[in-house]
């Protein structure tokens, strides 16, 4: 079955880094568009970053806009969330989804959910 498994997640102070690794499995995510989401305490699920399935085009969130970076790497069915100049209103679970074959970019038309990684930034 299809499964997009999230890694990297911690426990960081602000302004440092951290690197969340996407790993999918299950059939081919090459033609389709990535995407990371995240989730506070007592808030609802938010997009964060998008990518073409040619890494052709990027999409960011206005809150992440030149902190974050996302990147896939079709070869190894993995997708990466650069994350620098971290601020504790980033301390949320971050997940990594995925869209429908075909779907080349998106915001918003995910299907296959991981089941998320703890990212938690210290003032």
């Known amino acids: 079955q299809v499964q997009l498994v999230e890694s990297g997640g911690g426990l960081v102070q602000a302004g440092g880094s951290l690197r969340l690794s996407c790993a999918a499995s299950?059939?081919?995510?090459?033609?389709?568009?990535m995407g990371w989401f995240r989730q506070a305490p007592g808030q609802e699920r938010e997009f964060v970053a998008a990518i073409s399935w040619n890494s052709g085009m990027t999409f960011y969130a206005d809150s992440v806009k030149g902190r974050f970076t996302i990147s896939r790497d079709n070869a190894k069915n993995t997708v990466y969330l650069q994350m620098n100049s971290l601020k504790p209103e980033d301390t949320a679970v971050y997940y990594c989804?995925?869209?429908?074959?075909?779907?080349?970019?998106?915001?918003?038309?995910?299907?296959?959910w991981g089941q998320g990684t703890q990212v938690t930034v210290s003032s």
């Open positions: 299950g059939r081919t995510f090459s033609s389709s568009a």
């Open positions: 989804a995925a869209a429908p074959p075909g779907v080349i970019f998106t915001r918003t038309r995910y299907d296959y």
